[in-house]
């Protein structure tokens, strides 16, 4: 994750993480990924079920609930295990987490066990009363999940009028108090529709929006070839820092991240050297304190038969599952040979991963995708766009 609008706008300084001595439990949100300990924020898939069919979900989700959905009561459990391990944040995901009749409940548990609980949804059942449900239990934030303007996000989901709903969610978010962001896969059926994305945050005054680049997981995993090429990347990188540059001149605040691309935090840092920057050698040491890919140490994921993967896109591997040991010990098993090594991956990368002098704040970027296209977790990930010359 790379803050566009912590680091090219100057709204985050090294000096603001180092007052809460980059404890994740002390850190506030914005700041999370700055954390030295790198308690793992914890995506919990509560659902495989889903009311939509979106052409690039990692979960495959499909219409039906999942016999072996994790209880309410396991669910308890695995919440005050997060909580005893120091987790400081619960992400419910699916699936689509709303078709969980119990979410609002775990949520709830969640907070009152200090953490903070934020969820990942298409938005299209987030009535009036399910924001106000969700607002008074303490639920910190609602990422929904946008594809674009109404006839192109119809056809990424599936479903004719999931637009309509989607800003009904969004809306109803609003009026109820909750803080809502938006989240954008990118990809080349709908890189065009950025600019519309940047100006819609104005129009209904939404605070932060992430950027997400194509993960080649689940249903994604079939759509490689729809991928930008680096060049592309690199121009979609380039319009997000202007775009966000631009609303911050004019006042305007909002948070604008990119997400599984760590070649962005490099991308950004040259960019402010070719600008002359006076903040470059600020922005490099928030760079180093984030580190880049997180995979299996900052970042984890429990599938809803409580499986424990690496991250969210990481499914086809499992390090075993939450109803034979909790997860903190699952976590903290370096019998593991994978698990040992996503600790310290940036010792076990190679090709141009190896070489390149941007390894300390990357981390070797996203392993799934590395996988899925050379067939080997270690080698270089097909989406880092920066060039020889760059990493050299």
Known sequence: ??????????????????????????????????????????????????????????????????????????????????????????????????????????????????????????????????????????????GISLDGMEPVHDRFRGKKGAFKDAMAGIENCREAGLKVG??????????????????????????????????????????????????????????????????HERGLDKEVLTVDNHADGPYVYLRMQRENDPRADEVYQLLKMNEGNSSG???????????????QFWRHYSFGNILERPFSRIWTDLS?????????KHLHVNGRCQRCRWLDVCAGNFRVRAEAVTGDIWGEDPACYLTEDEIS
């Open 182 to 247: 938006l989240r954008f896969t990118i990809n080349r059926m709908n890189v065009t529709e950025i600019p519309s994305i940047f100006d819609l945050l104005e129009r209904y005054q939404i605070p932060r929006v992430c950027f997400y680049h194509l993960v080649y997981a689940g249903r994604g995993t079939g759509l490689v070839e729809a991928d930008l090429d680096h060049q592309g990347t690199r121009k979609a990188v380039d319009l997000i820092m202007d775009r966000t540059k631009d609303l």
């Open 1 to 142: 994750m790379i803050g566009i609008s912590k680091l090219y706008c100057g709204t985050v300084e090294p000096s603001d993480a180092l007052r809460y001595g980059r404890r994740s439990r002390d850190l506030p949100s914005h700041l999370l990924q700055f954390s030295k300990d790198k308690k793992p924020v914890v995506v919990w898939n509560v659902t495989q079920s889903c009311n939509l069919n979106c052409v690039h979900c990692y979960a495959r989700a499909v219409e039906t609930t999942h016999h072996q959905e994790l209880s309410h009561e396991q669910g308890l459990a695995l919440i005050d295990d997060l909580a005893e391990f120091g987790a400081p944040v619960v992400l419910f995901s699916g699936g689509e987490p709303l078709m969980r009749p119990d979410l609002t409940d775990l949520a709830h548990h969640v907070v009152q066990r200090g953490m903070r609980a934020v969820i990942s949804t298409n938005g299209t059942l987030i009535t009036q009363e399910k924001a106000q449900e969700l607002k008074a239990i303490g639920l910190s934030y609602v």
């Open 336 to 344: 593991n040979p994978l698990m040992a090594r996503l600790k310290e």
């Open 297 to 311: 140490r900052g970042i984890g994921c429990v599938s809803w038969d409580g499986s424990v993967h690496a991250d």
